[in-house]
């Protein structure tokens, strides 16, 4: 017993010692650091920072591997482009940084610490909302009313949504048919639908500069594409010369779209949604890149 005493004594003892003496402004400080690093973390998740962190990730990853197995060469370039890696990430995401220190001064100390981006998404994209917008599609479609329906899946769109103006509004196609039609405020640009809402309108999007689009595209079409590439949304596009419907996903464009065809693409959408695990869009399937056809 007198051992077992001993040995719980001297316990005590070390612990007392290592335990640090933590004063107010430590914990302050603690606050501080996990709210920064909070907001920083939130603002990659809501950019295209997000991609690239993962990409860093697995690069850390790599060089990991190459430093356990003793890969000097590979060691020594990743030790001379460290530097250069780190001014051109800042160069690429300059307009993010900048727009990042702007909205830090605008806020209020409340709001930093409570953040607008920080709401989950309560509700996803549903059946209901792939028939509304197909409803929506065909009718624009029969009276040549054009439209770009931007659906975001994975990669945020905050940055394409602040150039438009906020609605807010659960999908209909009352709602689509209203905001795309003509000489109304609303219908120049795209809708960015997130979940089941319409969250913004009159949105720009960035144009698609690959050369073995068709040169019969508008600028509608290019749009579609180019925030395909930039994102793995899909945007249905309504021609307004012909009528047509396209799909835009992956850089690619699939066109003259029936209601079942667009159905089978917006169902693929919503498994990959509801948690299809290990499944990949096969959307791309007959997909063509360089279409002959015109439809602008």
């Known amino acids: 017993m007198e051992i077992i005493t001993k040995i719980f004594e001297g316990m005590k003892t070390y612990l007392v010692q290592s335990i640090p003496d933590i004063r107010v ?11 920064i690093l909070y907001n920083v973390m939130l603002w990659i998740k809501n950019t295209r920072a997000w991609a690239l962190l993962k990409g860093i990730i697995v690069l850390v990853a790599f060089i990991l591997i190459a430093w356990m197995f003793h890969m000097d060469t590979i060691l020594w370039l990743a030790n001379k482009t460290i530097n250069v890696g780190i001014i051109a990430v800042v160069i690429i995401f300059q307009p993010e940084l ?15 610490l409570v953040s607008d981006n920080g709401k989950v998404m309560e509700n996803q994209f549903s059946s209901r909302t792939m028939n509304e917008i197909m409803k929506a599609t065909f009718e624009m479609s029969k009276v040549k009313t054009g439209a770009l329906i931007v659906i ?17 509004g659960i999908v209909t196609s009352q709602l689509l048919l209203n905001i795309f039609e003509h000489n109304t405020p609303l219908h120049d640009g795209a809708v960015i639908v997130r979940g089941n809402r319409v969250v913004a309108a009159t949105c720009y999007l960035p144009l698609s500069d690959n050369m073995q689009i068709s040169k019969d595209l508008g600028t509608r079409h290019r749009a579609g594409v180019g925030v395909s590439e930039a994102s793995d949304s899909i945007t249905v596009i309504v021609s307004e010369e012909t009528g047509n419907v396209s799909v835009a996903f992956e ?46």
Do not use: C, S
Not at 152 to 165: C, D, V
């Open 25 to 35: 402004t430590d914990v302050v400080e603690m606050m501080i650091i996990a709210v």
């Open 152 to 168: 975001e899946r994975t990669t945020p769109l905050a940055e394409y949504e602040r150039t438009g103006i906020e609605v807010d």
């Open 251 to 296: 850089g690619a464009l699939k066109r003259e779209l029936t209601p079942e065809t667009l159905k089978e693409e917006l169902r693929l959408l919503i498994t990959e949604h509801d948690g299809g695990k290990g499944r990949k869009l096969k959307i791309l399937k007959g997909w063509q890149k360089n279409e002959k056809k015109a439809d602008k």
């Open 98 to 112: 900048r727009r990042a220190l702007e909205q830090l001064g605008q806020k209020k100390m409340l709001g930093f």
